[in-house]
Each structure stands twice: as structure tokens, then as C-alpha cells.
């Protein structure tokens, strides 16, 4: 059963429907996961809770919570594919997300976003109130050849 279908787009959560070379060439072409191995994409997936966009069964989108799936996710590689965006599939793989039953309840939620903090304002999301509180270990140029 799809967890949510729009006129144009379905979302699934079944793994064994990922299109793993779509997902590893748009991340390692990301400005976020820039020559990201593939290993450690299916690694990723693996440890994550994720979610496919389909349009007629192609995969056009994708995003993963990294979560306990009883008070934190951690909302990231969120993507469509170019030739899609603009018609929605971006707020229903949110939607689908923000509404799993296995996410419900959760003290927090975290992203981090370049340019789309219009998108996750729609369902919630806003600025850290307070960003000294936080803390990070950074290393963009972890995976070997992102310099
Ligand atoms: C961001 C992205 C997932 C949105 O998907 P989409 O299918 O194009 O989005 P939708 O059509 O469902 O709608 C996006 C909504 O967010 C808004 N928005 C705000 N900032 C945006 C941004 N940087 N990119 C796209 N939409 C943005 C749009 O205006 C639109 O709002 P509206 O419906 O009220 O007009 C997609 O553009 C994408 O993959 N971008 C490249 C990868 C990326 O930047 N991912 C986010 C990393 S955090």
C-alpha cells in the first residue's frame, strides 16, 4: 500500500522499490553529499527510515529521517529529480514524512537547508530559537575527491 498518493505522485517507504543509482548519482552530485560512495549511501538507507516518490512506479524523489523513531529524526537528503519539481511531489514526500505513523510524538526535529527554508516553513519547521545552543562536527570533505 502507498502511504500517500497525489494526483501525480505516489510515496512508499519500501525499500526493495529504491532506485539506488538514481539515489547515489543525484547525492553525489549534491552540494550537501558531494562524491558520496555509494556504500555509504545503501548504509544510509539501510539505518534510516526512507521514503520514495514514484510517478508511474519511477522514482523521482527520495528523503530519509535518521531517527529513533521515538523522540528525535534527523530530516535529510531531500530531493526530486529536476524534471519534476515544481508540481508538488516535494510537499508530498513532507507530508508523507511529517505523517508516518512511526514519527509521531517526537520531541525534535533537525534539518539543515541552503535555499528551501520556504518549503519546510509550510509544515512547521523554523529557525533555531536558540543556534548557541547547538553544536556540530563538520566535515564536508570527508568522502575522498570532495575538495
Ligand atoms: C527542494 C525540492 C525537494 C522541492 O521539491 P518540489 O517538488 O520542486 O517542491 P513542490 O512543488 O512540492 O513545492 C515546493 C514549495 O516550496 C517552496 N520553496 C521554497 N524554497 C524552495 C526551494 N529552494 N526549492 C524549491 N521549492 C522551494 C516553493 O515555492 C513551493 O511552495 P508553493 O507550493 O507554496 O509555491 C526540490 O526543488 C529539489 O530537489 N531541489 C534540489 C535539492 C534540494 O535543494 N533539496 C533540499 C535540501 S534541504
Same mark, same amino acid.
Given at each position: 500500500?502507498?502511504?500517500?498518493? &497525489?494526483?501525480?505522485?505516489?510515496?512508499? &517507504?519500501? =525499500?526493495?522499490?529504491?532506485?539506488?543509482? +538514481?539515489?547515489?548519482?543525484?547525492?553525489?552530485?549534491?552540494?550537501? #553529499? *558531494?562524491?558520496?560512495? *555509494? #556504500?555509504? !549511501?545503501?548504509?544510509?538507507?539501510?539505518?534510516?527510515?526512507? $521514503?520514495? %516518490?514514484? #510517478?508511474?512506479?519511477?522514482? !523521482?524523489?527520495?528523503?530519509?529521517?535518521?531517527?529513533?523513531?521515538? &523522540? $528525535?529524526?534527523? +530530516?535529510?537528503? !531531500?530531493?526530486?529529480? =529536476?524534471?519534476?519539481?515544481?508540481?508538488?511531489?516535494?510537499?508530498?514526500?513532507?507530508?508523507?514524512?511529517?505523517?508516518? =505513523?512511526?514519527?509521531?510524538?517526537?520531541?525534535?526535529?533537525?534539518?539543515? &537547508?541552503?535555499? %528551501?527554508?520556504?518549503?519546510?516553513?509550510?509544515?512547521?519547521?523554523?529557525? +533555531? #530559537?536558540?543556534?548557541?545552543?547547538?553544536?556540530?562536527?563538520?566535515? =564536508?570533505?570527508?568522502?575522498?575527491?570532495?575538495?
Amino acid at each position: 500500500m502507498p502511504l500517500r498518493m &497525489t494526483a501525480n505522485y505516489e510515496i512508499s &517507504t519500501d =525499500p526493495s522499490r529504491f532506485d539506488l543509482d +538514481l539515489i547515489h548519482d543525484f547525492l553525489r552530485s549534491s552540494y550537501w #553529499a *558531494r562524491n558520496i560512495p *555509494r #556504500a555509504t !549511501v545503501e548504509k544510509g538507507i539501510r539505518n534510516s527510515l526512507c $521514503f520514495g %516518490a514514484f #510517478a508511474d512506479s519511477q522514482q !523521482v524523489g527520495f528523503a530519509r529521517a535518521i531517527t529513533d523513531r521515538a &523522540t $528525535f529524526a534527523y +530530516l535529510s537528503d !531531500v530531493f526530486i529529480v =529536476p524534471s519534476h519539481r515544481g508540481r508538488g511531489a516535494g510537499k508530498a514526500l513532507i507530508q508523507a514524512i511529517l505523517d508516518h =505513523p512511526e514519527l509521531q510524538g517526537l520531541r525534535r526535529w533537525l534539518l539543515s &537547508t541552503r535555499d %528551501a527554508h520556504g518549503l519546510y516553513a509550510q509544515f512547521g519547521f523554523q529557525p +533555531l #530559537a536558540e543556534p548557541d545552543k547547538y553544536m556540530t562536527i563538520h566535515k =564536508p570533505n570527508v568522502y575522498p575527491g570532495s575538495h
